[in-house]
């Protein structure tokens, strides 16, 4: 195994790293703290599209962390961002599954956000959606059979909460994939995408990067797509079961982000 040592930057994934739906993981801020002093850069990259920025810098913040705008980077931002690189957003209309998170970034690139029943979009984004309706699913359903382009920000199927694992973006990506006969595009993690973003962001390359994150089948294989090094956490929802079918491996595994803490401060046996 690597020595964990010499680590110039993270890319941390959320959902089941630092928290549990409202419930923060023991040892969060000092995590941070560790981070701040040892000058380790970083980059929260979430599959979870639901809220903006500055809705993850306040959640942080209600839990005793501050983090910038700029140390956020969604799936939703990154769906944006790669859209942005291969469309003309001033002449692009976007109908959007999901809250805040997946349609702001949308309208900051420049792109036209359609309503309820505009049959006009050339574009269908679906992201994490806690108000989704049969009518939103109708509006996507309908402009996918009519030609446009199926983008999911991430194909989660699960998420964990602080009640259990439930269902994610996957599920709904799946009822409209289903209804249109349309595969979607998907931008988040295991993707290489939003894992290449954040290192642009970072100012890093592959050898000096590390991603955290809970799921194999996303964090991890996200990262061993782009041929950096991971360490999974067992707070989420993969399992050292799942380790051992699986064809794929983190470089890494520990029970928590306390665990994470002591190996970042030289005291964890992380080899």
């Not at 040892?27 to 000058?39: K, N």
């Not at 976007?94 to 970034?105: H, I, N």
């Not at 994939?177 to 979607?184: M, S, Y």
Request: charged share 15%; net charge negative.
């Amino acid at each position: 195994m690597d020595s964990f040592t010499s680590i110039r930057a993270l890319i941390i994934d959320m959902d089941g790293v630092l928290w549990h739906g409202s419930q923060p993981m023991p040892g969060l801020a000092e995590f941070f703290h560790t981070l701040r002093e040892q000058q380790i850069r970083f980059i929260l990259a979430t599959n979870n599209a639901s809220l903006t920025r500055e809705q993850y810098v306040n959640k942080l913040a209600s839990m005793g962390v501050t983090v910038t705008p700029n140390e956020i980077l969604t799936s939703g931002i990154a769906t944006a961002l790669y859209l942005s690189q291969h469309e003309d957003p001033a002449n692009t209309r976007v109908f959007v599954v999901g809250e805040d998170g997946a349609s702001e970034p949308l309208k900051e690139h420049g792109f036209t956000v359609t309503g309820l029943y505009e049959l006009d979009a050339d574009i269908v984004v679906c992201g994490k959606d806690q108000t989704l309706t049969w009518d939103k699913l109708a509006t996507a359903t309908l402009n996918i059979r009519a030609g446009a382009k199926f983008i999911g920000t991430n194909a989660d199927t699960t998420l964990p909460t602080e009640y259990g694992i439930t269902h994610g973006n996957g599920a709904i990506l799946a009822a409209l994939q289903v209804a249109t006969g349309v595969e979607p595009i998907i931008i988040g993690k295991p993707e290489p995408i939003i894992y290449q973003q954040a290192m642009a962001l970072l100012g890093t390359n592959t050898s000096e990067t590390i991603a955290i994150g809970d799921r194999l089948e996303t964090d991890i294989l996200g990262a061993v797509r782009t041929g950096i090094r991971s360490l999974m956490v067992l707070t989420g929802v993969s399992t050292e079961g799942d380790l051992k079918t699986s064809d794929y491996q983190p470089t890494w595994v520990m029970p928590d982000i306390r665990a994470v803490t002591l190996a970042l401060q030289g005291n964890y046996p992380a080899n």
